[in-house]
C-alpha cells in the first residue's frame, strides 16, 4: 500500500459510493487506474466489503448502553464470543484491560429490551456481574471499518 492507496481509502471511508473518476480527480490518478487499485485492495483483503451504515433508530433501536463485563476467574475470549454472540442486542463487544473482562455494547428497542439482554449475559455461567451505562446522547461516532 502506498500514498495513493491510503488516499483512496480515505475517500472511501468518507463517501463508499464515490465515483472512480470523482475519486480519480482528488487523488490524481484515472477512473480506470483507481479502479484497478481498488479491485486490488478487494483482492488482498484491505478492503473487506461495501455497506451502508442505517441510523440504528430507525430499526427501532435507540436505546444503547455500554456494559463492563466482570466474569468468574480466567475465561477465555473465544469462551466470551460464544456467550455474547447468542445476545442480537450486542453490536460490539471486546476484552479489555483494567478491571472488567470485557466491555460490550449493546442495544435495544427500549429498557425493558435492554434488561433483557442484560438478563441473558449475566445468566451465563462464567459472567459474575456486570456494569451497566445507558446512553443519553451521541455526541460523535466515527466509522472506522
Known amino acids: 500500500m502506498d500514498n495513493l492507496d491510503r488516499g483512496i481509502l480515505d475517500l472511501l471511508r468518507r463517501?463508499?459510493?464515490a465515483g472512480y473518476g470523482d475519486i480519480?480527480?482528488?487523488?490524481?490518478?484515472?477512473?480506470?487506474?483507481v479502479k484497478r487499485r481498488v479491485d486490488k485492495l478487494v483482492s488482498d483483503g484491505v478492503i473487506r466489503g461495501f455497506t451502508i451504515q442505517v441510523d440504528p433508530a430507525?430499526?427501532?433501536l435507540s436505546t444503547e448502553a455500554y456494559?463492563?463485563?466482570f466474569c468468574r476467574?480466567?475465561?477465555a475470549p473465544d469462551e466470551l464470543l460464544r456467550i455474547l454472540s447468542g445476545v442480537p442486542e450486542v453490536v460490539e463487544a471486546g476484552t479489555i484491560t483494567g478491571?472488567?473482562?470485557?466491555?460490550?455494547?449493546?442495544?435495544?428497542r427500549d429498557i425493558p429490551a435492554l434488561e433483557a439482554a442484560l438478563e441473558k449475559v449475566r445468566l451465563a455461567?462464567?459472567?459474575?456481574?456486570t456494569r451497566?451505562?445507558?446512553v443519553l446522547s451521541r455526541l460523535i461516532h466515527r466509522a472506522t471499518e
Not at 478491571?99 to 435495544?108: K, L
Not at 455461567?125 to 456481574?129: A, L, R
Open 15 to 17: 463517501n463508499a459510493r
Open 24 to 33: 480519480g480527480g482528488v487523488v490524481g490518478l484515472s477512473a480506470s487506474a
Open 58 to 60: 430507525v430499526d427501532g
Open 67 to 69: 456494559v463492563e463485563l
Open 73 to 75: 476467574g480466567t475465561v
Open 99 to 108: 478491571s472488567a473482562d470485557a466491555m460490550v455494547h449493546i442495544r435495544a
Open 125 to 129: 455461567p462464567n459472567v459474575d456481574h
Open 132 to 134: 451497566s451505562a445507558i
